[in-house]
């Protein structure tokens, strides 16, 4: 039997029986990932996986330090995708740091030398919304490659916008049977995005929005806070690529889980293997994990 082969299944942890989350393909039948974002109670950090796979696989190998265990690490069985340190908490604010493994061959697996800076979150409260500014460092070893996003979530209105590669991003708070779930797309280019009055650079906005129906409707706002509905269609582009829904159980063993569907068509990626994982995800790995942090 294989090293692989012999650990694929095993008994889950009894906290999964009640809180596990629907798989990516009741969600969308097609190919993508399922990441997993742990819960951070301790206030030590996180790690951010590339499956419920690759994440029951670290929990296993953990109870074992065996050989075998650190053959796994080596082959990148079982390894977190990212880690994540610091706190945007208003009690204790500091930089969120998320570090990228880098896979090495030579040497078995290390959790503090095979992880390298990914992205530096910071944020900033301010009358009517919040931002977050994401700077990115895809190659630590390239800095023409460094990028900045920056995303401004209303303190009202259940939406979350951003400018990457020219386009208008917004992820939408919706309430449903999990606890909190948040639902990406991507706005027409004539919809009205809180990142219409970013001037480009700083993490203000110069105007927050002109028409009538987002400045006067209190109505809506105050239907929405108080009767948990979902947002109109309104809100929403031209489509949906990612879920991210968190378990209802703000514990150690808690976690959120994003869906996310592979735009390329007919793509032949390995989808249990952390280098096949593009650019254009992560990036959004990052802003959900910040979304997740400030509810659970």
């Not at 990516?24 to 796979?53: C, D, H, M, Q």
Request: charged letters at 25%.
């Amino acid at each position: 039997m294989s090293i692989t082969s012999s650990i694929v299944e095993f008994d889950l942890p009894a906290y999964n029986v009640d809180t596990e989350l629907p798989t990516y393909r009741e969600v969308f039948g097609a190919p993508g990932w399922n990441f997993i974002i742990r819960n951070s109670v301790t206030g030590a950090g996180f790690n951010i996986f590339l499956s419920k796979k690759a994440y029951h696989q670290y929990l296993k190998i953990n109870q074992n330090e065996t050989d075998d265990a650190r053959d796994m690490h080596i082959q990148g069985i079982g390894i977190p995708m990212f880690r994540v340190t610091g706190s945007l908490s208003a009690i204790n604010p500091k930089p969120m740091i998320i570090k990228k493994y880098v896979a090495n061959t030579e040497r078995p697996f290390n959790a503090y030398k095979d992880y390298q800076q990914f992205c530096t979150v910071k944020k900033k409260v301010h009358s009517v919304y919040t931002s977050y500014t994401f700077k990115f460092t895809p190659d630590i070893e390239d800095p023409s490659q460094d990028f900045e996003v920056v995303m401004f979530s209303h303190i009202t209105l259940p939406i979350s916008d951003y400018i990457y590669r020219g386009e208008k991003h917004r992820w939408i708070h919706e309430d449903t049977k999990q606890t909190h779930q948040y639902r990406h797309t991507i706005l027409e280019s004539s919809q009205e995005s809180l990142a219409d009055g970013w001037d480009g650079q700083s993490d203000k906005l110069k105007r927050v929005w002109t028409t009538r129906r987002f400045v006067q409707n209190a109505s809506f706002i105050h239907t929405f806070g108080r009767m948990h509905k979902l947002p109109t269609d309104e809100y929403y582009g031209s489509g949906c690529s990612s879920i991210l829904n968190m378990t209802s159980v703000n514990t150690i063993s808690g976690y959120a889980e994003l869906r996310a569907r592979d735009e390329q068509e007919g793509s032949l990626r390995d989808y249990d293997e952390i280098s096949e994982v593009p650019l254009d995800h992560m990036v959004q790995i990052c802003i959900a994990t910040v979304l997740k942090t400030a509810k659970v």
